[in-house]
């Protein structure tokens, strides 16, 4: 029985009700005549939360007391998106909340829609620990997420003129009801200084850390509950502040404006999330970031670990540590030096426990990607960690050696220490010597890691290398994003799938039935107006519900080729421009992403998407038939928006960079047919959904390597298709520039000279796929067969099936189903 329920924690309408008022009145001070919008989305929270307290004590309860072990998920990010409706979806009070706001004389969607989402990630890494966490809670598995609660998140995007201008994300300008922030809970951090070295009276060496400076980290939980479980899981993420004593000692010393500063530099290491991805940037700030984040995580689980009465030596047994890529693999060294120089390990026992702790997944291709310290700017924030990166590199490299005696080459790949005009440290080298596993995010991506980046690894332990495939939660991205969609699934097969996604296959058997067909199409066009009203609300833009709606919605990179999508744009434009009366599939491309700030050509990039359309979308000619949008500030509330209605998922990577992708999953979920090329997990998706319902183009990744390596020249390609040749003509003479022709140049001229990324290869059998497209489209039931069968044969790409795989294959956790305690 999972409804405890009393006058606190009912679940009835009434109770509700009461509560809402209760919060507004006795928390809040107020009264329904001078509430705000924002006071009821509180009080509605807060009701909420009561209601998952319950759970999330009984389930901390349990596992800090059982034998069970935790899995401890440490990133970097966390993309959650909002809580409101997913709390009430997975507590199951949602049409109980409804009416209760009803009576009260509001919508529930308009507050809902007041949440401002925590923006605490980039991308795809940050929303995949989000998902990760649902499952986890679903499945019912011990788990805690770890990571950095930033004062300011990925910053908020506008356009402006055509270009990206960044704003500060004040996520917590409003509150927060869902953390809950536990002063009492708070380690200290050192950071910088230097390393005393002595031997004790008992000859022991001792390596004395004197640090320049210290910060504290605070707990803030956050409680992640499961699908209809009794289980909820936390999410701490650690704040920075001056410990008491730092500002305490100056103010007595009579230096005030010290210690204020120290304050602010101590606040400083939690203020923002760098909004980079794939894109490093040695930033000394980012380094400790990571360290102090990691830092206070490990010593909370040291610290959960030897209150339940157990060895330091157990550690191992009590919690498993999964590294949400190099991020947190600082983690690594600080786990050692914790066992080291604080619980007195020797070496070797040390190493045995760290070891059978960590395990790393990778989520990148690019070579460039791969994190690496300079060596001296590391020294000067852990010098404590250089000499046990050092320690563990010496023992290591002599095992390397023996096993591949006098090859140089492995050697300096596999050492954690490159060496350039200046050294610098290795972290995937370090996450990869330090972990018992090692896994890549889809098929094709761990396979390339065992030929490319991770090669020696693979050579060296291949017994430490498997595949995770990574999912999606189908209670955010289908449920609660998707409600008519689902409803109409659940009246064919029950509502089982929802923790069970497999069991959409049953939907196979209807998707030749023209009435299923119809109620589907109607489902699809419902979403398609309501977006079409967003974007009329957002843009001032009208567009036409009826027509492909063409969507490519992701961080803005070269690699996933957002531009290859605006030259097809331009393509079509001109067919039209040619023969005014042609007939041709009217289409709506939907662009939303964001780019990192310092990404001279993403940002361009955009800059040509809103420039193309500015053009396009206005041409007499056209007839409306091409519109092209640009939806601002994609971020997981947008993104809830735009999948349901997509006809059409552009994943046009480059094949071979695009290490997973889970858009790509929400989509086809949600109904979508893709087109996309043989990169990442749309390989899996095309086996599953079929090859006869999927639009595949371009080349493999083999015949990327091979192309390059016979010397790419992309210049021929824009010389010998005369299509191609007015495309990049037009951009560069200022067709969409009001003739300005330097505006794009930094683009054309690195498609043209360069195109690392196989532009103008690929956009001859990206036309002919999409005129294949513009031909199925015209089949109104075929299209609704397909776009059935897409969504019926996706179940494998559930978040669900990923994390059943994480725990049987790398982590060996268990389920724990949670006994409410009173
Ligand atoms: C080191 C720093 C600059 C950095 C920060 C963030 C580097 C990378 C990232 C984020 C990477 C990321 O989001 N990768 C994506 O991970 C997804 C989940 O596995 C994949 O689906 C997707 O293909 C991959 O690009």
């Given at each position: 029985n999972i409804l405890v329920e009393?006058?606190?924690?009912?679940?009835?309408v009434d109770a509700l009700k009461r509560a809402i008022s209760n919060n507004l009145f006795?928390?809040?001070?107020?009264?329904?005549?001078?509430?705000t919008r924002n006071d009821y989305f509180m009080a509605i929270s807060y009701a909420v939360r009561d209601r998952m307290l319950q759970r999330w004590t009984s389930s901390v309860r349990q596992y800090i007391s059982g034998k069970n072990k935790i899995v401890s998920y440490l990133s970097a990010?966390?993309?959650?998106?909002?809580?409101l409706a997913n709390n009430l979806i997975n507590l199951d009070i949602y049409s109980q909340m409804e009416q209760a706001v009803k009576e009260l004389g509001f919508s529930l969607d308009w507050l809902i829609d007041k949440e401002v989402e925590p923006g605490l990630g980039n991308g795809g890494l940050g929303r995949l620990a989000a998902c990760y966490m649902d499952s986890l809670a679903s499945l019912e598995v011990p788990a805690i997420g770890y990571g950095i609660r930033y004062q300011f998140g990925i910053f908020e995007q506008a356009i402006s003129d055509g270009w990206q201008v960044e704003d500060t994300d004040n996520w917590l300008r409003r509150g927060n009801p869902w953390e809950i922030a536990r002063r009492e809970i708070s380690y200290d951090v050192k950071l910088g200084g230097h390393v005393q070295r002595y031997i004790d009276e008992k000859g022991k060496l001792i390596n004395n850390w004197i640090p320049g400076w210290v910060v504290k980290g605070v707990a803030y939980d956050t409680p992640i509950l499961g699908y209809k479980v009794n289980t909820a899981n936390t999410l701490r993420l650690w704040k920075s502040e001056a410990p008491r004593t730092f500002d305490f000692q100056s103010f007595n010393a009579g230096e005030y404006s010290n210690a204020v500063n120290q304050k602010i530099i101590c606040e400083?290491?939690?203020?923002?999330?760098?909004?980079?991805?794939?894109q490093i940037e040695g930033k000394k700030l980012r380094l400790q970031q990571q360290y102090f984040f990691v830092s206070c995580s490990l010593q909370d689980m040291i610290n959960i670990h030897l209150r339940?009465?157990?060895?330091?030596?157990?550690f191992y047994e009590k919690f498993v540590v999964q590294l949400n890529?190099?991020?947190?693999?600082?983690g690594i060294a600080e786990m050692m030096r914790l066992l080291l120089?604080?619980?007195?390990?020797?070496w070797d026992d040390a190493w045995k426990v760290t070891t059978k702790t960590f395990a790393y997944t990778n989520h990148t291709?690019?070579?460039?990607?791969l994190e690496t310290w300079d060596l001296e700017l590391f020294a000067s924030v852990l010098p404590r960690h250089l000499d046990i990166i050092y320690e563990i590199n010496k023992r290591f490299l002599v095992d390397v050696t023996l096993k591949f005696f006098g090859n140089h080459q492995k050697i300096d790949s596999l050492s954690l220490i490159g060496e350039g005009r200046r050294k610098y440290i290795k972290m995937a080298n370090l996450a990869s010597v330090g972990s018992f596993a090692i896994n890549g995010v889809a098929s094709l991506h761990t396979e390339l890691l065992k030929k490319t980046v991770l090669k020696d690894w693979y050579e060296f332990s291949p017994e430490k290398f498997s595949n995770k495939t990574n999912g999606v939660t189908?209670?955010?991205?289908?449920?609660?994003?998707?409600p008519q969609l689902t409803k109409l699934i659940t009246s064919k097969i029950g509502d089982t799938w929802i923790k069970h996604?497999?069991?959409?296959?049953?939907l196979e058997k209807y998707a030749e039935d023209p009435e299923f067909q119809q109620a589907w199409m109607e489902v699809k066009l419902e979403q398609k107006k309501k977006l079409t009203r967003k974007i009329h609300g957002t843009l001032g833009m009208i567009v036409n519900p009826e027509s492909l709606f063409d969507i490519q919605v992701k961080r803005i990179h070269e690699y996933k080729r957002q531009h290859l999508n605006v030259l097809h744009i331009i393509t079509l434009y001109n067919r039209i421009k040619r023969n005014p009366d042609i007939d041709i599939v009217p289409r709506t491309f939907i662009f939303a992403g964001k780019s990192a700030p310092g990404y001279r050509k993403a940002k361009l990039i955009i800059k040509l998407i809103n420039a193309v359309g500015k053009v396009v979308n206005n041409d007499p000619d056209v007839k409306d038939r091409l519109k092209v949008v640009f939806y601002p500030n994609y971020n997981v509330t947008n993104a809830q928006k735009i999948y349901p209605a997509a006809d059409l998922s552009e994943?046009?990577?480059?094949?071979?960079?695009?290490?997973?992708?889970?858009g790509n999953m929400k989509l086809s979920l949600n109904g979508a047919l893709t087109v996309g090329t043989l990169d990442g997990a749309n390989v899996e998706i095309r086996e599953c959904v079929g090859e006869e319902n999927f639009f595949l183009f371009g080349l493999t990744a083999d015949e990327v390597e091979k192309t390059k390596s016979e010397g790419y020249r992309p210049w021929e390609y824009y010389k010998n298709n005369k299509y191609l040749r007015e495309v990049i003509d037009q951009i560069n003479d200022g067709y969409f520039s009001q003739?300005?022709?330097?505006?794009f140049k930094e683009l054309t001229d690195s498609l043209l000279y360069d195109d690392q990324f196989m532009v103008l290869a690929d956009y001859q059998s990206y036309v002919e796929i999409q005129d294949k497209i513009d031909e199925a489209f015209r089949d109104k039931s075929n299209w609704a067969r397909m776009s059935i069968l897409n969504t019926a044969r996706m179940?494998?790409?559930s978040s669900d099936r990923s994390i059943r795989e994480y725990c049987n294959e790398i982590w060996k956790v268990e389920s724990v189903p949670v006994e409410l305690i009173d």
């Open positions: 009393d006058a606190r924690t009912g679940l009835s006795y928390v809040q001070g107020k009264y329904p005549e001078i509430a990010e966390y993309l959650l998106g909002p809580h400083n290491i939690s203020k923002v999330l760098y909004p980079n991805d794939e339940s009465g157990d060895k330091i030596e157990n890529d190099t991020h947190p693999s600082i120089d604080v619980h007195r390990m020797e291709l690019l070579p460039e990607a189908p209670r955010r991205w289908m449920v609660l994003s998707n996604l497999e069991e959409l296959k049953g994943q046009i990577s480059t094949a071979g960079k695009e290490a997973s992708g889970t003739l300005d022709q330097l505006i179940g494998k790409f």
